[in-house]
């Protein structure tokens, strides 16, 4: 499992609509711990597209396609929710959905879904099984360490997830312990 984690290559496509500056993805890719690509539809091999809007969710099921690589595509929520949840017009890729996590950086803070680029590549290596390489990619922001105290059940649950069923049993159950306060 280890060489297969080191292995999974982290794409970014960014789609400039936010402040450059606070934007993970850019960072993950300045400090080369991301690849960032010009047009997602020359990458090779499969890769799974993280899709907010996916109806499959992502899971260890995944591993079996013999994938070589995450796509994160950088753009703004707000810009995505105006455009009724279209990511991006390409259709490729293995396209897949977290299940819920709490997001830890300061701009959405404590909502559930609404993570940043490299939260949402931290999550999917979780539940991929990765959890060193997930730890590596949010070591690089101050508020990184956060995110596994937010979600230290939640990922303590998906890391045991042994496929899509699970995941989303854990997911359902969360919700319904978070509308039951």
Request: proline fraction near 3%.
């Given at each position: 499992m280890q060489n297969y984690c080191s292995n999974l290559k982290i794409y970014v496509y960014r789609i400039s609509e936010d402040y450059y500056k606070a934007s993970t993805a850019v960072k993950l890719y300045k400090l080369k711990?991301?690849?960032?690509?010009?047009?997602?539809?020359?990458l090779r091999g499969k890769f799974i597209v993280l899709d907010p809007f996916s109806?499959?969710?992502i899971s260890k099921d995944d591993i079996s396609y013999n994938l070589n690589g995450i796509l994160v595509v950088d753009r703004s929520w707000?810009?995505?929710?105006?455009?009724?949840g279209e990511v991006f017009p390409f259709k490729f890729g293995?396209?897949?959905?977290?299940?819920?996590?709490?997001?830890s950086n300061p701009i959405n803070y404590g909502?559930?879904?609404k993570?940043?680029?490299?939260?949402?590549?931290?999550?999917?290596?979780?539940i991929l099984g990765c959890i060193e390489r997930?730890?590596?990619?949010?070591?690089?922001?101050?508020?990184?360490?956060?995110?596994f105290s937010l979600n230290s059940?939640?990922?303590?649950?998906?890391?045991?997830?042994?496929?899509?069923?699970?995941?989303?049993e854990i997911e359902e159950e969360f919700i319904k312990d978070i509308q039951g306060r």
């Open positions: 711990v991301a690849t960032r690509v010009g047009d997602p539809r020359k109806q499959k969710v707000n810009k995505i929710l105006e455009k009724g293995v396209r897949r959905r977290l299940p819920i996590f709490i997001a909502i559930a879904y993570l940043s680029s490299a939260e949402a590549l931290a999550a999917a290596l979780i997930a730890k590596e990619i949010l070591s690089y922001f101050k508020w990184g360490e956060n995110f059940k939640l990922i303590i649950d998906y890391v045991k997830a042994s496929n899509e069923k699970d995941v989303l």
